[in-house]
């Protein structure tokens, strides 16, 4: 009882079958015995389950013609841990499963007692004392032969009945699953299966699952031994019920103890004419004999061993057998990789060829493909700096001459040029994306003029309005720069700025924080102030007008509006984002921009400005008060410089001017 009490309990449908599955194998190894190499036309085992969705009157029998529970193997059958099949993995325990899983369990049997045949019948059950229950024993006809006949009845509430299948198809997948290698296997004998309504005749209805086969591959190890290998190509059927698609299934002693999903090596999901077929790899050997647990239901090793045995053992066989669909795949490959390395040049190291090489076979998933090249251009990074150190080394050496001065040169240039091209490169196709990003953001701007849920994207924030509030333990809050942003957009000058100052009062700017608003909706017709140096000789300032706003209040005239902000600053009186002084003096040039439609009551305002070179935009230059200039830029103008300033970078890394976002 004890010993039951400590077998592992089913956690799925087939260790939930294992007791049955047991059963059918003592079967088949019974006929094997009997009938030696003629096994496969005068063998056989009848196998009936019935089922049912509640797991009421659940039943089952196994009958086979083997030798019977004969003496020897009655002796076996009623001692724990015993040798008598040893030789080929089993240990006695299969019974102690049975009695773990069912209620009731009936024998009856017919073996040779040298010159006659006896049968033997009783109750298997659970109990501390006599197991055996209602034995008889007696004399059987000529014409009977050998045999045994077992009769399940009733799932214990242990976790079989939960576990048990109620479909009479997944009685059929999961036996067809766990049984393929004995079915596909030389030395099977007639076992015909009946559930519900539906018969199977194996190792002939197989056929109509295994479209092509190739079995006894030969795989010398060092590590394993001689392993056997048999590859299939199946009906998508033999993996129904299973997690997964194409699987390697570890074999002990004809028993399938594991089986390896290899969706994700493969990249496959279904391959074929009719794309409907899978992947089944059969593995046996010594190795895995010797390490399978007692009742057969797991190896001894690490789950790691298993991925050892199929990558460094397995794959050359496995993607050879599939190098047509995998060659398609590959194809698919290639597509994504182009596709990373036009966006992130970085990764791009090599010919689409060479970085392929680098990848596993059937991967498909653009993050991982990232991953595996971002990986390798490190590697690759660290031989770059190593030969760039060799070189200097080089260089400080006393003796170097004329030649070898330039060699090392040339060497440390080319090293740093590779990597530095490609990091560019990636730079120039991030300002493209931003550009094709901001002409998509003023569309929707414009044909949505209420407070569009499009200029709350914190992408718009982070390069529009360099700025956030944090709250202090304390519960105070506190403006601070953000890390990055993209004001490169207005002018070039503002490409390293650092943003240190808002007009917009702080009151107001944390009062947003504590309501349902984002302040993302501030860094509009706001002036926001940034610098190049600490104490700057000059200041940038920019202000943004909501693209498509053609109506304004009076007291919004942005030349008022600038003017004002730059009085503040001159005061002395204002501190910026650290909460430290605003100290300018008489000197500081201001340069102002205000990014706006040039529509409405802001085009009566400007009216007067200066035009600019290409008539059109503004430039209001203040005879006194502040030295510098106020530049009026509409949106379009904005986007159209951005894109012409940056169209030579854009056409030496071969970027076309196609909008990333089109819909074409």
Request: hydrophobic letters at 35%; one cysteine or more; aromatic letters at 10%.
């Amino acid at each position: 009882m004890k010993r039951i009490d400590r077998l592992p309990k089913p956690t799925s449908v087939a260790a939930a079958m294992q007791p049955l599955f047991e059963a059918i194998s003592n079967a088949i190894h019974s006929v094997q015995n009997k009938f030696g190499e003629s096994v496969t036309t005068e063998g056989r085992v009848f196998v009936t389950v019935n089922t049912n969705r509640k797991k009421e009157g659940v039943w089952a029998t196994v009958e086979d013609n083997g030798l019977g529970l004969d003496d020897r193997n009655w002796d076996a059958f009623t001692t724990t841990d015993t040798d008598n099949k040893l030789g080929i993995g089993g240990k006695g325990v299969g019974r102690l499963l049975w009695l773990d899983c069912f209620q009731k369990i009936d024998v009856r049997t017919v073996f040779q007692d040298d010159d006659r045949l006896t049968s033997r019948s009783f109750r298997f059950r659970l109990a501390n004392d006599d197991q055996i229950e209602g034995y008889v024993e007696a004399s059987a006809t000529a014409d009977a032969g050998t045999s045994f006949h077992v009769r399940f009845e009733g799932l214990r509430d242990n976790g079989y009945q939960t576990r048990f299948p109620g479909r009479d198809s997944f009685v059929f997948q999961h036996l067809t699953s766990h049984f393929l290698p004995t079915f596909i296997g030389g030395r099977c004998p007639a076992v015909t299966v009946y559930v519900g309504d539906e018969t199977r005749h194996y190792p002939g209805d197989i056929d109509k699952i295994v479209h092509r086969k190739e079995a006894g591959i030969e795989l010398v190890t060092e590590e394993y031994g001689k392993l056997l290998l048999t590859l299939m190509e199946c009906d998508k059927v033999a993996s129904a019920d299973l997690k997964g698609s194409h699987f390697v299934h570890f074999i002990a002693h004809d028993r399938t103890v594991h089986s390896q999903s290899i969706d994700g090596k493969l990249g496959l999901k279904y391959f074929g004419p009719g794309e409907d077929r899978v992947f089944h790899a059969i593995l046996t050997g010594d190795f895995l004999d010797q390490n399978v647990n007692q009742e057969r239901t797991a190896f001894m090793f690490e789950d790691l061993i298993l991925d050892r045995i199929i990558n460094d053992v397995c794959t050359v066989e496995i993607e050879r057998f599939l190098e047509e669909p995998l060659a398609k795949l590959s194809g698919e490959q290639r597509g994504i990789i182009q596709e990373i390395t036009q966006s992130y040049p970085s990764v791009a190291f090599g010919s689409t060829d060479e970085l392929q090489a680098k990848l596993p076979s059937g991967e498909l998933n653009d993050d991982a493909i990232y991953g595996h090249l971002s990986r390798e251009r490190f590697r690759r990074d660290q031989r770059q700096a190593e030969k760039i150190r060799s070189v200097l080394t080089r260089l400080k050496d006393g003796a170097v001459t004329v030649d070898s001065f330039a060699t090392a040169v040339s060497e440390a240039g080319r090293a740093i040029e590779d990597a530095e091209q490609r990091s560019l490169a990636e730079y120039i196709i991030r300002r493209k994306v931003v550009l094709d990003f901001i002409e998509i953001l003023m569309e929707k701007v414009r044909d949505d003029t209420r407070d569009s849920s499009y200029q709350r994207e914190d992408v718009l924030h982070s390069f529009i309005c360099p700025l956030r509030v944090n709250t202090l333990e304390d519960g105070t809050k506190k403006v601070a720069p953000a890390s990055s942003h993209d004001l490169w957009i207005v002018d070039e000058r503002l490409t390293f700025a650092q943003y240190f100052s808002s007009d917009v009062e702080f009151s107001v700017l944390s009062a947003a924080t504590d309501s349902d608003e984002r302040p993302d909706v501030l860094i509009f017709d706001y002036v926001h102030g940034l610098r190049q140096v600490e104490e700057p000789s000059k200041v940038l300032l920019i202000e943004f007008k909501r693209p498509g706003r053609t109506s304004y209040a009076d007291d919004e005239n942005p030349q008022l509006q600038v003017e004002r902000y730059v009085r503040r600053l001159q005061s002395g009186t204002m501190t910026d984002v650290k909460g430290r002084p605003i100290k300018l003096d008489h000197l500081t040039v201001f340069h102002c921009f205000v990014v706006a439609d040039i529509v409405g009551k802001l085009d009566d305002w400007t009216y007067t400005w200066q035009r600019t070179a290409d008539g059109r935009g503004r430039v209001y230059q203040p005879r006194d008060g502040f030295h510098g200039s106020i530049e009026l830029v509409g949106w379009d103008t904005l986007l159209g410089d951005a894109r012409g300033r940056n169209q030579a970078f854009f056409d030496r890394a071969g970027i076309s001017g196609k909008s990333y976002f089109s819909a074409d």
